[in-house]
């Protein structure tokens, strides 16, 4: 049973830009924090953005602040991740979480999330 999948990954060179869409289930909807992990070949998954869906505060990760806005669209059980500027270090498989605040704040732990889709890969060539 599918909860959370996400689309529009692809292929783009440096500099250039994708959005990332997740259609949210409604057994995920449920949970308070939303956001946007990624993993790279031989490294660890890490958060890239966070999103408490009461009233959208966000936080993302270093490096991508700046470039990457996360954003959700309610009406259509959607969240997003706009990703500009691209870099090759951006290049990951990227997974849509739904999970748990801590101490009342949606951080970007990846023991928090426990609803992952199945990634949509995204591929950045210098």
């Known amino acids: 049973q599918v909860q959370l999948m996400e689309s529009g990954g692809g292929s783009v060179q440096a500099g250039g830009s994708l959005r990332l869409s997740c259609v949210i289930s409604i057994y995920a909807r449920v949970r308070p924090c939303m956001g946007w992990f990624r993993q790279a070949p031989g490294k660890e998954r890490e958060g890239v953005a966070v999103i408490y869906v009461e009233d959208n505060t966000t936080r993302a990760a270093d490096s991508v602040k700046g470039r990457f806005t996360i954003s959700r669209d309610n009406a259509a059980n959607k969240l997003y991740l706009q990703m500009n500027s691209l870099k090759s270090d951006d290049t990951a498989m990227y997974y849509c979480?739904?999970?748990?605040?801590?101490?009342?704040?949606?951080?970007?732990?990846?023991?928090?999330?426990?609803?992952w889709g199945q990634g949509t890969q995204v591929n950045v060539s210098s």
């Open positions: 979480v739904a999970g748990y605040r801590d101490a009342g704040v949606c951080r970007l732990e990846r023991n928090d999330y426990d609803y």
